[in-house]
């Protein structure tokens, strides 16, 4: 099983910047789809960002041009990113990192399997 572990969440003003990363350990090819989805106070867990094997990325419309999801393999351990700028308070949210068997198309809650723990972003005014 993959185990996946978030860093890099943390507290910052409005317009402010940060760096998410995300550990796969056990790293497999079975896991085609990688992301990262956020959930709010009183919310659904949503999507954020995705990315697929071929690295097709993805974007939820309210992050688009301000979040960027990147990935790297170093040491039989994937390395899942998504730098967060131009934060507002409306990005305050747990951000978890998953993975996938499925297609990027397909990519929901319900299709990952693998979660990490999640980290805390804040974004105050």
């Known amino acids: 099983q993959v185990q996946l572990m978030e860093s890099g969440g943390g507290s910052v003003q409005t317009g402010g910047s940060l760096g998410l990363s995300c550990a796969a350990s056990?790293?497999?090819?079975?896991?085609?789809?990688m992301a990262w989805f956020r959930q709010a106070p009183g919310k659904e867990r949503e999507g954020v960002a995705g990315?697929?094997?071929?690295?097709?990325?993805?974007?939820a419309e309210s992050v688009k041009g301000r979040f960027t999801i990147s990935r790297d393999i170093y040491k039989n351990t994937l390395n899942l990113r998504l730098q967060l700028i131009t934060l507002n308070t409306e990005d305050t949210a747990i951000y978890y990192c998953?993975?996938?068997?499925?297609?990027?198309?397909?990519?929901?809650?319900?299709?990952?399997?693998?979660w990490g723990q999640g980290t805390q972003v804040t974004v105050s005014s």
């Open positions: 998953a993975g996938s068997a499925g297609s990027l198309a397909s990519l929901s809650v319900g299709s990952c399997k693998d």
């Open positions: 990315m697929g094997r071929g690295g097709i990325t993805t974007y």
């Open positions: 056990r790293y497999t090819f079975e896991i085609f789809t």
